[in-house]
């Protein structure tokens, strides 16, 4: 193992070395002169000789001292060199773990603005349902649906889950283009959760409905969900965030004016250490401008 003199003592060396002096360089390090001096009478002790001659008002290098210094200096900039390489890696890729339709469906068509405001930072999306452990996974922020709190996370909410029913204009053809909340039950429900239908005809007051006829597709995603009721395979419960393109062109149909809310919402969330992060910065801003711009929601 090599045995190095303290680092504290090169770091004073090399600052004073640099600037040729003692006081210079212990307001570059942020120390008192005196404990400059000290290091550097450490370091001159651990190598056996002078590294400074000590006048009255300045000090110089010695000639062990002009040997040392160039290595020093050159190992210090390599150094500085190689922290700074990491960092600008690091700063380089965001890495953004989001629940699949809302990766999908809301933030992929509006990366590209986040890209042009950043063209330095690039991102990495793991669209998933799965939450992912910041602590040991190489993540840098989630976009969850939950409740929270979730310790050690910073939490920022950007919108509430909701659903509302939806179908394609063939599926409506030669119906009312809004049905009543109770012939619905005698329509072909697409399944996406187990209780989402149930929650859904709860809230628009059936209260507990004997036979919800779920139509034999069962999907994991909304997208996939939101791509069945598009293909008129039957009524979906949707987020009508997530599918603004599809309603406003006229090839989703919302068939019931009720919007249920879900007992959870969508955040963002990171780590509370890294918040001040300059990429985790810039997305969070960007985020929570865009939730308000597209969403009408201040948060």
Excluded at 15 to 25: E, I, L, M, N
Excluded at 182 to 194: G, Y
């Amino acid at each position: 193992m090599l045995k190095l003199p303290p680092l504290a003592a090169i770091r004073a060396f090399e600052a004073a070395a640099r600037h040729g002096s003692f006081t210079a360089a212990a307001a570059e390090l942020g120390m008192t002169q005196a404990a400059v001096s000290y290091q550097i009478k450490q370091l001159e002790d651990r190598v056996g000789q002078p590294l400074f001659l000590r006048g009255k008002r300045k000090v110089t290098l010695s000639e062990a001292g002009q040997r040392l210094a160039p290595a020093v200096s050159e190992a210090f900039q390599r150094l500085s060199l190689a922290f700074g390489a990491l960092r600008e890696s690091q700063d380089g890729v965001l890495s953004v773990t989001v629940v699949n339709t809302f990766g999908t469906n809301w933030l992929v068509p509006r990366l590209g603005t986040f890209q042009m405001a950043h063209p330095d930072i690039a991102v990495r999306l793991d669209t998933s349902a799965r939450i992912v452990d910041f602590a040991h996974e190489d993540v840098d922020v989630g976009i969850r649906a939950g409740k929270g709190p979730w310790p050690g996370l910073k939490m920022h909410w950007l919108m509430p889950v909701e659903f509302a029913v939806f179908a394609s204009p063939d599926l409506m053809a030669g119906r009312s283009s809004v049905i009543d909340a109770a012939d619905l039950l005698s329509w072909p429900l697409l399944d996406w959760t187990d209780d989402a239908w149930r929650h859904w005809f709860t809230s628009v007051g059936i209260q507990d409905p004997q036979h919800i006829p779920i139509r034999n597709i069962q999907v994991q995603t909304q997208q996939l969900l939101g791509s069945a009721a598009l293909a008129g395979q039957g009524v979906a419960l949707l987020t009508p965030a997530f599918f603004r393109s599809e309603i406003a062109s006229g090839r989703l149909i919302q068939v019931h004016p009720h919007v249920a809310r879900h007992e959870i919402d969508y955040w963002l969330v990171y780590p509370q250490e890294r918040q001040n992060t300059r990429k985790i910065r810039a997305f969070r801003d960007w985020l929570l401008a865009e939730v308000e711009k597209v969403c009408g929601v201040s948060v």
